[in-house]
């Protein structure tokens, strides 16, 4: 079946299947992602398929998980790696920045490393501590990485394999919230570049622009504006680096409105280094200042809290007034 509606979590895990079925060089590591299938059970069935030598139970240990995948690119390997949630990345933060970033350039091109980190993150599940984070940022400020995240099962598919086929390393965030979400996926379709920036809805007022979680809820701050008399064009950036700045342009200057929406905190996230970009390139032709919505510059809140700090419809509709104001 060509085309298919699947939840985005079973689009990966199909994505990862198909990606393991054509290269027996894909190899898929993480804390209980064989025998379980991962604690979304994103890669149900890929050990009992594949086997214990390409679907590897790892140690609780992300350091040595990342320090392992690095090892296994050096030797012809593309390690596709599970870090079981957001907040459990730190330990691995030194392996991913000062060599997995690194060695490209420290070999002067020689050596590439194509390691595929997934990250489940984000908010909005009800989870405990160090389970809700959203630390995106800290990657894409790193040279040597590429960092992405699909919005749609559709996405999630595509960008998936076109990580693994990567040279480069690639941080794969996944919304997990949006795990449950189906969307028709196409195994046939030609796929568009994975650090493209897509327009997924047209307007002429307004535009915002948002990537993996935040995406759904600026589709509904658009229907809900809609009935008010307000167009508002919807922006699906997929990548944080590279930023696809060329069709965040495009649409900034269509508009002359822009407004940047992601759930980690505005305090320099994305939507900073976004605003600051257009504002340099399109100054003359926005009507209003950039604004940004985002999550406070607080630690993540207990999970009864989350819904007072994660972004929502209320405050994404807040700040398409208050940029139709100026």
């Known amino acids: 079946m060509a085309?298919?509606?699947?939840?985005?979590?079973?689009?990966?895990?199909?994505?990862?299947?198909?990606?393991?079925?054509?290269?027996?060089?894909?190899?898929v590591m993480g804390e209980d992602v064989g025998k379980l299938g991962g604690v979304f059970?994103?890669?149900?069935g890929l050990q009992k398929d594949f086997g214990e030598r390409r679907v590897i139970d790892t140690p609780l240990a992300e350091s040595g998980i990342v320090g392992t995948a690095i090892g296994l690119a050096l030797r012809g390997y593309r390690p596709v790696v599970e870090i079981q949630f957001d907040g459990f990345v730190f330990p691995a933060y030194d392996q991913i920045v000062t060599q997995?970033?690194?060695?490209?350039?420290?070999?002067l091109g020689k050596i590439k490393l194509p390691v595929v980190i997934r990250i489940p993150y984000g908010g909005g599940i009800g989870a405990v501590e160090h389970h809700s984070e959203?630390?995106?940022?800290?990657?894409?400020?790193?040279?040597?990485?590429?960092v992405v995240s699909p919005s749609n099962a559709s996405d999630a598919y595509w960008m998936m394999q076109q990580a693994i086929q990567s040279d480069d390393p690639v941080i794969f965030f996944e919304p997990?919230?949006?795990?449950?979400?189906?969307?028709?996926?196409?195994?046939?379709?030609?796929?568009?570049?994975?650090?493209?920036?897509?327009?997924?809805?047209?307007?002429?007022?307004?535009?915002?622009?948002?990537?993996?979680?935040?995406?759904?809820?600026?589709?509904?701050?658009?229907?809900?504006?809609?009935?008010?008399?307000?167009?508002?064009?919807?922006v699906d950036l997929r990548s944080m680096s590279p930023v696809d700045f060329d069709t965040v342009q495009s649409s900034a200057e269509k508009t002359g409105r822009?407004?940047?929406?992601?759930?980690?905190?505005?305090?320099?996230?994305?939507?900073?280094?976004?605003?600051?970009?257009?504002?340099?390139?399109?100054?003359?032709?926005?009507?209003?200042?950039?604004?940004?919505?985002?999550?406070?510059?607080?630690?993540?809140?207990?999970?009864?809290?989350?819904?007072?700090?994660?972004?929502?419809?209320?405050?994404?509709?807040?700040?398409?007034?208050?940029?139709?104001?100026?």
């Open 134 to 146: 959203s630390p995106e940022t800290l990657f894409a400020h790193v040279a040597g990485l590429k």
């Open 3 to 27: 085309v298919e509606k699947l939840a985005l979590a079973k689009a990966i895990n199909e994505s990862l299947r198909t990606a393991m079925e054509a290269d027996p060089k894909v190899l």
């Open 100 to 107: 997995l970033a690194k060695m490209h350039a420290r070999a």
């Open 176 to 234: 997990k919230r949006r795990y449950w979400d189906r969307s028709e996926v196409d195994r046939e379709a030609i796929p568009a570049p994975l650090h493209g920036a897509r327009v997924v809805r047209e307007g002429r007022d307004v535009s915002l622009v948002a990537y993996g979680p935040m995406v759904k809820v600026c589709l509904e701050a658009a229907k809900a504006a809609e009935e008010e008399g307000t167009s508002i064009e919807v």
């Open 41 to 44: 059970r994103v890669t149900d």
């Open 258 to 326: 822009l407004i940047v929406v992601h759930e980690a905190p505005v305090f320099l996230g994305t939507g900073a280094e976004i605003a600051a970009r257009i504002t340099e390139r399109s100054f003359y032709h926005l009507e209003a200042p950039v604004l940004r919505v985002g999550g406070y510059h607080a630690p993540y809140p207990p999970a009864r809290l989350e819904d007072e700090y994660l972004p929502g419809l209320d405050r994404v509709l807040d700040a398409v007034d208050r940029s139709l104001a100026y």
